[in-house]
């Protein structure tokens, strides 16, 4: 945790849960994404925080902006981004969704199907456009396969068909899988993509941009390589694969850029055993699976948590308020606390800047959503 946030919770006491950030560190973990990989534009995946603060913060350093939505591209026109930096990058758009981004002069668009392509054509003549194709999602702990993006033939095919529609064919994207702990993963899928320009280039579409996703993690309770790995490996695979013709290059980073800048404070509302002999503790928190926690799905996320306690530790089952069975957040991760632990204790979850206020329920049971501090 950093001294801001530390300060920040001493002295104001908020009202758990929430989540705090840490401005200074978004600001940093841009800086290191930049030297990590300086041939590439940066467009932030607003989706894994969305505040108006780090939206305006990144403005200001420069970035660009991935969206999913006509939402999120009002937050970053009202932040002051403008709509040339902007991607409407998800593959699943309204047409009149398409239409609107258009009119306020969203120009860049994803597609990975035939269908969609054609909106695409209809309700923005002149846009640029890039097709996903498909990743294994091997190596990462919140996979984003089969989902998205398409066959690489198909890609081809569609980029081709693209130019006598009256857009733009302007490059091929993917995303490896978020919190991808494997430099490597993006090996293949440059390959995939060098295919597909080099069959394109031959069927007379030149296609200039490669958008490389995201999928830089954050570090958890697990050591992760540092981003220079990262950034050594994906320059290696642009070599390798587009020899000295490496395109425009894009990342869209979402969870590296905020994930570690936060951190959730909870309060223990319930300590209890399930029988006098059932050696384990049931710790019920004030924020669960719909406050925010949704990535310990399958416990796929394992955040660090931790109390001032420094009692003996003791495995315990971790959960959340609500009155769903399913809002438990870690039974079989191997998770501790101290015995001395008291209901009203307040906890820090931390390296939660990302994906937790977006996934928070509006009102399950009553609770509110996860409200957040910038500092
Ligand atoms: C969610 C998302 C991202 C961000 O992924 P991270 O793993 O958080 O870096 C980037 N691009 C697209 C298209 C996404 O949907």
């Known amino acids: ?21 840490d401005l200074d560190v978004v600001a940093d973990n841009y800086r290191k994404l930049k030297t990590a ?32 939505s006509l939402n999120e591209i009002d937050m970053v026109l009202a932040a002051g981004g403008s709509a040339d ?45 890039f097709c996903r194709i498909l990743t294994s999602g091997v190596g990462a702990d919140w996979p984003l396969s089969r989902k998205f993006g398409c066959e690489v033939e198909m890609a081809r095919d569609l980029l081709i068909e693209a130019a006598k529609r009256g857009v733009v064919p302007h490059g091929v994207s993917f995303h490896v899988g978020s919190q991808m702990k494997d430099p490597e993963a993006w090996d293949s899928a440059v390959a995939q993509a060098a295919w597909i320009f080099k069959e394109c280039e031959t ?21 992760i390589p540092t981003m220079g790995t990262y950034g050594e490996a994906i320059d290696a695979a642009l070599k390798r694969h587009f020899g000295n013709r490496v395109p425009e ?35 019920y928190l004030d924020i669960g699976k719909f406050g925010g926690l949704a990535e310990t799905l399958d416990e796929a996320i394992q955040y660090p948590i931790s109390t001032p306690r420094r009692g003996k530790v003791e495995r315990v089952i971790l959960a959340g308020p609500t009155c769903d069975s399913a809002d438990v957040i870690y039974e079989k991760a191997d998770y501790r606390l101290p015995l001395d632990l008291e209901v009203g204790d307040r906890l820090e979850i931390r390296a939660t800047g990302a994906y937790t206020t977006t996934y928070a329920s509006v009102a399950f049971n009553g609770f509110e959503p996860l409200k957040t501090y910038c500092i």
């Open 203 to 223: 069927a007379g579409v030149t296609l200039n941009m490669l958008n490389i996703g995201g999928g830089f993690p954050t570090r958890y309770r697990r050591d």
């Open 249 to 283: 290059i894009i990342v869209e980073p979402g969870r590296q850029m905020v994930g570690d800048a936060g951190i959730i404070q909870t309060e223990v509302v319930l300590i209890s055993r399930k029988g006098r002999n059932d050696p384990r503790r049931w710790v």
């Open 1 to 21: 945790m950093t001294k801001k946030i530390q300060r920040f919770l001493a002295e104001n006491r908020p009202q758990t849960p929430c989540l705090v950030v």
């Open 37 to 68: 990989v300086p041939q590439a534009l940066i467009y932030y995946a607003i989706k894994a925080n969305p505040a108006p603060e780090i939206l305006k913060l990144l403005v200001g350093v420069g970035s660009s902006f991935d969206t999913a």
């Open 85 to 129: 930096k902007i991607s409407y990058g998800n593959t699943i758009k309204k047409k009149s969704d398409i239409a609107a981004a258009h009119a306020r002069g969203v120009r860049l668009f994803a597609f990975d199907s035939q269908a969609e392509l054609d909106k695409i054509a209809e309700a923005a003549p002149g846009g640029r456009v």
